[in-house]
């Protein structure tokens, strides 16, 4: 093509101007309004150095979801810090918080709806428009309800909190669809359970800032945790500030084992016989809280007397000798003695537990007998103690009030019998249980802020299953980036970052007072992601059943504005230029079962005594048809009973006590639990062993798996900053165990279980007990972009330019390819911790 | 309290937003308060209480978003070494960032500075918290009266010598920028203590996010900041063989470390390292 | 007619016709060709223009139905322009090269200052416009608004005016356009599957190049 000429020009212009002036149809103009030259004129030169601009929000990287605060700069997010006005947080975030921005970045990211355009997960698709999305899911999706299957809809998802589970939960009520799942029990639903069974609602929060001394079985607490940023940094507080000792029982020096007083190696599934050696000899030497056991039910009979129970728990307990653990556990029994001691005298004192002890077999009982631990020192609610949270009272939009009664396929609880009490379900059964096929097939299965192939054990299964169009016929995968699992959807709606939506929050503070905070945007949704809380509120409305509120936003200024406290505060205003708020008159909450309950209380209409258990309740809350009926079946066994709770008799009181949640526990705090016993299971906790260790050969180690303190679970490799430090992770090997095996630092490795093989490096080192072998759980990605796994998004741009400065090309490995899907008895929670392999040189 | 820092800290928890009292004061720098001997600057230093240290890794993040700093390279890192036998086995972490060297006692001059062919430069004045003036000269890398060190990439040629002159590995080039004065290098990359945040009164970025509170930083003439305590308390000063990093190297740092497990005595610690990127930040969990 | 009237005129149809030349242009990036806007193109007076300019669609483009045409251009448009697969982003701060680091990226720092020069000309981003504020469309619309308004001034007798706009227009366009259109419309050229975005981006670049001469006049 030659050189346009200025006669050229003229007539190109003309022809433009003929195109401009038919056709008119320039309808999508981006600028409005009018050239000013007096504005333009001589200053005309763009103003540079404008300060950042700062918002308060709150991290999701993690389900912590600490308030914290960004800094905007010319419509770009630069930077994230902790919210100094947090009583949670105290103004801090950890490393994975900082990188969210990242994510918001991330050059992998999907920006536009998708729809599958060759065979599933084959890796070709086409843009549509959100119109089309919505048409094609909306109309999938009303046509099961007219046809009176709403249940035919499921909806899997790994996090939702706040205003995000009650808005999607409304959306789905009103819908008319039970079908759900969760991801709790590969996370650490068993420890739920075991509360559960213990002191009812779940959660144990750690009380640092007032406690003495500090026993952990099992977390990583300084790395990773629930509640990470609020439980470590008082942790450390306390040690450094207070002297307070920590001793901590890991298989593996992690950094929290590291920074401990002293770092106690066990054996993998072994804690439990610690604890309950330990709960022996402090009961022998009379440590024990006697004023506590009052609250404590330790025999069937809930009338027993302190001397009773104590001399019952002594009596179970007498098997569980120091010498006894310490040939299960590898711990000296004179340490157990020591420490055991040490624990009782240094009251107040807390024992701390996370998936390390408890994704085993046994690890029900490990949980319970760490609650024993905790009870017969008096270390429960106390302050300083292992304390049951105060939550807070979020006021918000109820939704349409006449929703059609729930439908659901009974997918989320694994096969029959497969685990006692899985309250808090058993999902990485869920698609073995789709593929059975016995209780129902989903016809749309779509999944949120969750990965079923990577986030499960048995990877290849999962994939298989997914990718089978006979078994899942419509799969729909709500996410911002193209991971392992959305390779293998039928159509992706791209979700924001967390860092462009609404929602309010409500996690648990470490100083017993309850904190409200929000998320808000930074920067409007990047390309058309669209909040899924925004997309549910119009598929309601396409579907002809509005929710009562358009978006996400306006549901959180409606709670916001009616929130007692907050409304006075200055409500959605005063949420969105300062974040958190807390009640400034309120007092830390403690010993809420000693409370006694009003005789009004239980003069109530329904209110009944139930003799076996001193529990008052009501049963019309219950699914008791009448009176005779619920007192034949009695309170255990009447369904729904726990819902009219009222108070639990004690001698000649009735007390708040430890009320239940999920299961109808009796308002003690149970050692010895009924509900167990219905079930044949040991009644008071007790150590069971893991059936795949008894059977182990000598060369054989346990697989055990871990969190760095750099990477999030399975979300997070595609934040450069931290896969820049870490995006490797060898095999970790004793040398007693290596060295027969004759492997050394840098060697290839098979490492091999019942299920499978995976290939990696191994590096032997003095981090980790002798008979394992530990693989972290973050890397070995085949999707998720460039950063994580080298291959991009099929949708991607070439936008970061740090992309040409990338210099790593390893990727790790993933050790779940190889770790079967198998549930606790009790309580369904995943046994991460108890494969069996082999370790070879490959 | 000097008038003039009290304003712009004032400014700062205004733009910040951080209002509301007590809690906001915790990312900020206790304000500069003028020494006796009047003309004094501030000595900025850092003190990082090993004790405190979890290997987090959040100021690692942390400066990589202040300061958008490319793959490749680092302000500051958190080394970490597994020491010991089975059972005893131990881990300790080591924070490191550019130790803004005092520079040996003859010429109190840090070597970055010294080999640097574009210094010194022009003449610049630094004014004290009370109002006086010390001069000094800048330069593509200079140091600044109050001890930072600091760039000034319109000099800057590229060449890469003060990344060879530092024995510590804290500078690297920065592979997205270009050399002020020769556009085919590139121009580097270290900490400066984020000089921009502490000229507002407000603490570095490292300090702010360190959930363990293992970063300590502040004005070592300020008899009553919280360094000069630890100083004190610890004999940071005194033993500086025992506090700082490759004291042979006689660059005397500014950087100091509370150190009760021995830390400083690891294979790690006793190294040289070319640049930042060779700690590689390994990390264990 | 006096002389400085027919050079009065003369400037404002410069002025104008380069302004739909913007416009127009502003169009083929904007979005996928629409129906209505294919019509338009293949209107032989258009197609003539174009062959004076050694613009020659092939045959496929003037042959296959029109419902098929507008898949293909859609498809090669996102292919582009959108993704799936690697694409080209429409957006200066990716590709006007900086001494800093904030380019590369979107929302880089060419991106905040093209949208502080449309702001403080007047011009303001529509609220419904979703895309960012450095798309090549929205600078070639800026453009066309300015020329338009240049056209004004010279038709208002307003020379003052007339020379204010050419100033902008100057700054915006050594600023703005050709740090990066050229290469922009290079690559566009290599990766095009269909004649028609090649031979417009070729298009683009020989009237920036005019643009550049022109405008140091």
């Known amino acids: 093509m030659q050189k346009i000429t200025r006669r050229g020009l003229m007539k190109l212009g003309i022809a433009s101007g003929a195109i401009l002036t038919t056709g008119g149809m320039f309808k999508t103009n981006a600028l409005a309004g009018s050239i000013k030259l007096e504005a333009g004129g001589k200053d005309f030169s763009p103003a540079t150095g404008t300060e950042r601009k700062m918002i308060p929000s709150a991290c999701w990287n993690c389900v912590t979801r600490d308030a914290m605060i960004g800094f905007v700069e010319d419509g770009r997010l630069v930077k994230l810090e902790g919210q100094p006005n947090s009583i949670r947080g105290l103004g801090k975030i950890c490393a994975k918080g900082a990188a969210g921005i990242n994510q918001l970045y991330d050059p992998d990211r999907v920006l536009y709806p998708m729809k599958r355009a060759g065979k599933r997960g084959e890796g070709k698709w086409k843009r549509i428009s959100w119109d089309e999305a919505l048409t094609e899911l909306g109309g999938r999706l009303k046509k099961l309800r007219d046809e009176g299957h709403p249940e035919k809809f499921m909806f899997h998802y790994g996090r939702m909190k706040g205003s995000s589970s009650k808005i999607v939960g409304i959306f789905l009520d009103a819908y008319g669809t039970g079908t759900k799942g969760n991801h709790t029990s590969i996370c650490e639903g068993g420890k739920w359970t075991a509360q559960e069974l213990t002191w009812g609602k779940h959660y144990d929060n750690w009380d640092f800032d007032n406690t003495k001394y500090i026993l952990n079985f099992g977390s990583n607490v300084l790395s990773a945790h629930t509640n990470h940023i609020p439980t470590s940094q008082r942790l450390v507080s306390a040690m450094v500030e207070r002297g307070v000792k920590m001793v901590t029982f890991d298989v593996r020096l992690s950094n929290t084992a590291a920074r401990s007083t002293e770092w106690v190696p066990v054996k993998p599934g072994q804690d439990g016989a610690v604890v309950l050696a330990m709960c022996r000899e402090i009961m022998n030497a009379g440590l024990y809280d006697k004023d506590f056991f009052k609250f404590i039910k330790a025999t069937e009979n809930p009338d027993a007397t302190t001397d009773e129970k104590v001399a019952a728990i002594k009596a179970h307990l007498a098997q569980y000798t120091p010498e006894w653990a310490e040939k299960i556990s590898g711990v000296p029994a004179a340490k157990i003695k020591s420490i055991a001691l040490e624990f009782a005298k240094a009251k107040p004192a807390v024992v701390i537990s996370y998936r390390g002890a408890v994704a085993h077999y046994n690890g029900n009982d490990t949980e319970r007998a760490v609650q024993m631990l905790a009870a017969i020192t008096g270390n429960i609610d106390n302050p300083g103690g292992r304390v049951r949270p105060a939550g807070n009272k979020w006021k918000s939009p109820k939704g349409p009030e006449n929703k059609p009664k729930s439908k659901k396929l009974n997918l989320a609880d694994g096969f029959k019998g497969q685990a006692a009490y899985p309250t808090h379900h058993i999902n990485h059964q869920i698609l073995k249980v789709i593929k059975d096929g016995k209780a129902g097939r989903p016809d749309i299965y779509m999944w949120y802020c969750y990965t079923p192939v990577y986030a499960n054990g048995e990877c290849q299964e999962n994939i298989d299953i997914l990718k089978d169009e006979n078994l899942m016929p419509y799969n729909v995968c709500i996410n911002a980036y193209y991971d392992e699992s959305a390779a293998l959807a039928d159509l992706i709606l791209p979700n924001p970052s967390y860092l462009e939506w609404w929602d309010w929050e409500d996690h648990v503070s470490p100083k017993q007072i309850p904190e409200y905070y929000i998320r808000q945007p930074f920067v409007k949704p990047l390309g058309e992601s669209r909040d899924f809380k925004d997309v549910v509120c119009d598929l309601a409305e396409r579907m002809g059943f509005p929710l009562g509120f358009k978006t996400a936003e306006e549901f959180v200024k409606v709670s916001c504005d009616t929130t007692p406290g907050i409304k006075e505060a200055g409500g959605f205003e005063y949420m969105k230029a300062n974040g958190v708020w807390h009640d400034p008159k309120a007092k830390p909450k403690y010993f809420g079962y000693k409370k006694e309950v009003k005789a009004d209380a239980l003069k109530e209409e329904g209110v009944i005594l139930d003799e076996a258990t001193g529990v008052y309740w009501n049963w019309k809350k219950s699914t008791a048809k009448s009176e005779a009926e619920a007192k034949e079946m009695g309170y255990t066994k009447t369904k729904n009973a726990l819902k009219g709770y009222v108070g639990q008799k004690i001698g000649d009181m009735v007390y708040e006590g430890f009320k239940p949640d999920g299961v109808n526990k009796s308002g003690y705090f149970e050692l010895f639990s009924e509900l167990l016993k219905i079930k044949n299971f040991p009644a008071l906790p007790t150590y069971v062993p893991i059936p795949e260790h008894e059977k182990m050969g000598p060369k054989d180690l346990v697989l055990t798996t871990y969190k760095v303190s750099v990477q999030i679970h399975s979300r997070s490799t595609n934040c450069k900053w931290l896969t820049e430090m870490y995006h490797d992770n060898p095999a970790k090997i004793n040398p007693i165990s290596a060295n027969p095996l004759g492997i050394k630092t840098g060697d290839a490795i098979k490492v091999k279980s019942q299920i499978g093989e995976i290939k990696t490096t191994a590096e032997v080192t003095e981090e980790v007990i002798p008979g394992i072998v530990a693989i972290s759980h973050h890397l070995g990605h085949w999707e998720y972009g460039r950063y994580a796994s080298g291959n991009k998004a099929p949708m991607a741009g070439d936008d970061d330019p740090d992309l040409k400065h990338k210099w790593w090309d390893s990727y790790g490995v993933h050790p779940n390819w190889i770790i079967p899907n198998s549930p606790d008895p009790i309580n369904g929670q995943q046994r991460w911790m108890d494969t069996v392999v082999q370790v070879t040189k490959a | ?285 | 007619m006096s002389t400085s009237t027919m050079e009065k005129n003369d400037t404002a149809t410069m002025a104008r016709q380069r302004s739909d030349i913007y416009g127009f242009l502003a169009m083929v990036y904007r979005q996928e060709v629409t129906s209505d806007f294919l019509e338009q193109i293949k209107d032989p007076r258009f197609l003539g223009v174009l062959s004076d300019l050694e613009i020659q669609f092939d045959d496929d483009f003037l042959l296959k139905p029109e419902k098929e045409l507008l898949e293909d251009l859609a498809v090669e448009y996102a292919r582009l322009f959108l993704g799936p697969g690697r694409h080209i982003s429409p957006h200066e701060s990716i590709h006007h090269e900086k001494d800093n680091s904030k380019w590369g990226q979107l929302w880089g720092d060419s991106t905040v200052e093209v949208k502080k020069f449309i702001e403080a000309t007047g011009l303001e981003y529509q609220p419904d416009y979703k895309g960012l504020p450095d798309h090549i469309s929205v600078e070639l619309e800026f453009m066309q608004q300015l020329t338009l308004r240049e056209e004004q001034a010279w038709d208002d007798a307003d020379t003052e005016g007339a020379d204010s706009c050419r100033n902008i227009e100057k700054k915006f366009i050594e600023e703005h356009l050709i740090p990066w259109v050229s290469a922009f419309c290079e690559k566009i050229m290599q990766e095009a599957e269909l004649p028609f975005y090649r031979d417009l981006a070729a298009l683009t670049r020989k009237f920036i190049e005019f643009e550049q001469d022109e405008i140091n006049r």
Not at chain 2, 54 to 78: H, S
Not at chain 2, 106 to 125: F, G, I, L, S, T
Not at chain 2, 138 to 162: F, H, M, Q, S, V
Not at chain 2, 207 to 231: H, M, T, Y
């Open chain 2, 1 to 285: 309290m000097s008038e003039k820092v009290d304003v712009t800290r004032r400014k700062m928890v205004k733009t910040a937003g951080m209002v509301a009292a007590g809690v906001a004061a915790a990312g900020l720098i206790p304000a500069v308060k003028a020494s006796a001997a009047g003309e004094k600057a501030p000595r900025w230093v850092m003190v990082f209480d090993l004790r405190r240290c979890i290997g987090c890794r959040a100021c690692t993040v942390a400066c990589k978003a202040e300061y958008d700093v490319p793959l490749g390279a680092w302000n500051t890192v958190v080394n970490e070494e597994v020491v010991g036998k089975y059972p005893n086995t131990k881990k300790p972490f080591l924070p490191i960032r550019c130790n803004h060297c005092e520079g040996n006692e003859a010429d109190n001059v840090p070597p970055c500075v010294k080999n640097c062919p574009e210094y010194p430069k022009e003449r610049q004045k630094f004014e004290t918290p009370d109002g006086k003036t010390i001069r000094y000269r800048d330069g593509a890398t200079y140091k600044r009266p109050d001890g930072l060190i600091l760039i000034k990439n319109e000099y800057c040629t590229g060449c890469g010598k003060c990344i060879e002159a530092c024995p510590y590995g804290a500078r690297a080039f920065n592979k997205r920028i270009k050399s002020g004065k020769d556009t085919s290098k590139n121009g580097i990359t270290k900490c400066s203590s984020c000089q921009h945040r502490i000229d507002q009164g407000v603490a570095p970025a490292c300090v702010n996010i360190c959930q363990g509170r293992a970063r300590i930083f502040g004005d070592l003439n300020d008899p009553d900041s919280e360094v000069s305590k630890l100083a004190k308390e610890f004999e940071l000063i005194k033993n500086r063989d025992k506090s700082t990093l490759l004291p042979a190297e006689k660059t005397v740092p500014m950087n100091f470390y509370v150190d009760p497990d021995n830390a400083l005595n690891t294979k790690m610690a006793r190294k040289k390292y070319e640049k930042m990127a060779s700690y590689s930040c390994k990390v264990n969990g």
